[in-house]
């Protein structure tokens, strides 16, 4: 008798230690939550705040630091958090499995994107944001801002032979040849396919390519100056993501194609994923004070924000419009259709990877939150995630590709030009193209526009008008790729499923089986198939590997 009341003691003992791990890990996981959403108006509060004490750009720079210390540990994380989870996942089934995965993927991809476009379009038609008004009071400003600078142009005429002349016409001719030699839509196409296979892997860590004209002059027999353009490829800094990827996932498949001779590499990825997660979490408790630091200098660097306001508001209202539809009807309604289940639980998910892509304006910065949203928030299969959301974090821009073509269409209302069909299709499908273009860091699809105006032949001086509320727009388009990206894993697990899963135990089971023991943190299990056995070898040929991501 004395012995039942020990183990019933004992065993009350350990299942309130096990509910208090419970607690404390559910707390810690909301505090964060909680902390980076605290974060995002303490950010704004300090950026309005200053604003009237009219801080130098040093202290703009100092309070910015913090943040780019955020971004600088992040983008350290980008490069080993896609090859290890592309790689560890696509090594764990087999090639059919990856092929199905990869054919829904894109599937989901095109059809998003294609609404996105549409949607954007079709409001900015309705609501007509573009007046000629815009660009003359812009006009007005610049005249204004010139006639300041009059003392310095009086001096400069007094002195004609300064060397700043010379510099000053070196400057205008480099402007104009550059308008002279446009790189057209054709040729970033050609660079988007150049750097999927990379000639060098180790460069393409670091560098990626970008084509560029160069101009030569010679002189034929009869003493006439003949030019001709040669394409060079240049190699500009930064990683070469899109190469990264494909490489990965061709690694990845013949791993799994290998089979046993290739475990102990499958091996050496699937723990450098579990080393990077468990990084990725340490530095999450530091996003709060980066996104604050970075919301509240770009506030900061705003120069007039009510004339602003004034000349842009449509413009900002006709993109936000946009993008709420986008994420709270049609993403919604594709993920109902796909899934049957309710999409607004989906979304409260994936609350913390949105206010991160609001924080720091990048959707490679935001993967690693994205993937434990999805994998502990809404459960999803970690083989569905380690595939779509890398590919969606380079290729899915439902956001940009709304914003681009809202921004095109806004531009040409702007210098009053009514688009035909066939220049608004012209309009959708390179917005589309551009925006699987854009590099998944901040402002990358202000740099992609250029692609947009030169194709229906709309001056590429106008972008000026539209970088004063790019820092904002940015933010919220970079929030509906990453929630875009995180609906693409549910839709695409949902169907795949349909069609016949992996075999295996589904992760789900796992977790419901590990939240019986007392440890609140799992890295890596591996679980024969049709049984509970965790302390199974990873090598085994009978089992399965699967992740759990803390």
């Not at 001056?459 to 990206?485: E, K, M, Q």
Request: glycine share 8%.
């Amino acid at each position: 008798m004395k012995l039942k009341k020990f183990m019933k003691l004992r065993w009350i003992l350990k299942k309130n230690k096990a509910d208090g791990t419970k607690e404390r890990s559910c707390f810690l996981k909301n505090a964060q939550l909680l902390l980076t959403v605290v974060a995002v108006f303490v950010g704004i509060g300090i950026g309005f705040g200053l604003r009237e004490t009219h801080p130098s750009q040093k202290t703009i720079d100092l309070i910015a630091f913090p943040g780019e210390i955020l971004m600088s540990m992040l983008k350290m994380m980008i490069l080993p958090l896609i090859a290890a989870s592309l790689i560890s996942g696509l090594s764990q089934i087999d090639a059919k499995q990856s092929g199905k995965i990869g054919i829904v993927s894109l599937g989901y991809y095109a059809v998003t994107l294609t609404l996105s476009v549409i949607t954007g379009i079709a409001l900015v038609l309705l609501i007509h944001p573009g007046h000629a008004d815009i660009k003359h009071m812009n006009a007005i400003k610049a005249t204004e801002e010139n006639k300041q600078h009059t003392g310095i142009a009086l001096v400069l005429l007094i002195h004609p032979g300064h060397a700043d002349i010379k510099h000053m016409n070196a400057i205008k001719a480099t402007e104009e040849d550059k308008q002279h030699v446009n790189i057209s839509a054709f040729d970033k196409i050609m660079d988007l396919i150049r750097n999927m296979f990379p000639e060098n892997i180790m460069r393409a860590m670091f560098s990626q390519v970008e084509t560029k004209y160069s101009e030569t002059v010679a002189i034929n027999a009869e003493g006439k100056n003949i030019s001709t353009l040669k394409l060079q490829k240049h190699f500009v800094e930064g990683i070469d993501v899109l190469g990264i990827i494909v490489f990965s996932i061709v690694l990845g498949i013949v791993i799994s194609y290998v089979g046993d001779e290739a475990q102990p590499l499958a091996k050496l990825f699937v723990a450098l994923d579990v080393v990077i997660t468990q990084i990725v979490i340490l530095i999450m408790w530091y996003a709060p004070i980066g996104i604050a630091s970075l919301i509240a200098s770009k506030i900061l660097e705003i120069e007039d924000l009510g004339a602003t306001a004034k000349m842009l508001g449509a413009y900002v209202g006709t993109v936000m419009a946009g993008l709420a539809i986008h994420l709270f009807i049609t993403e919604q309604l594709v993920y109902l259709i796909a899934t049957r289940k309710n999409p607004f639980t989906f979304l409260k998910g994936l609350t913390h990877a949105a206010v991160t892509a609001l924080g720091t304006s990048s959707s490679a910065a935001s993967l690693p939150v994205t993937f434990r949203c999805l994998e502990i928030n809404n459960r999803v299969n970690p083989k569905y995630t380690k595939f779509v959301l890398p590919v969606g974090a380079m290729v899915n821009m439902d956001g940009t590709a709304l914003y681009e073509a809202v921004s095109a269409i806004f531009i040409a209302q702007m210098n009053g030009m009514e688009l035909d069909f066939g220049q608004l299709v012209v309009v959708c499908i390179t917005a589309l193209l551009a925006a699987i273009g854009a590099a998944s860091i901040p402002s990358a699809g202000l740099v992609t526009m250029l692609m947009v105006l030169s194709s229906v032949g709309l001056p590429l001086s106008d972008i000026s008008l539209i970088i004063a509320v790019d820092w904002l727009l940015d933010r919220f388009r970079t929030c509906v790729n990453v929630c875009g990206d995180g609906f693409g894993c549910g839709v695409v697990e949902a169907i795949c499923e349909s069609l016949g899963g992996a075999e295996g135990l589904d992760p789900k089971d796992v977790v419901e089986e590990l939240e019986d023991y007392p440890s609140d943190i799992v890295s890596m299990s591996s679980v024969e198939e049709g049984t509970t056995n965790f302390g199974e070898s990873f090598a085994s040929n009978n089992t399965t590997t699967i992740l759990i991501r803390p």
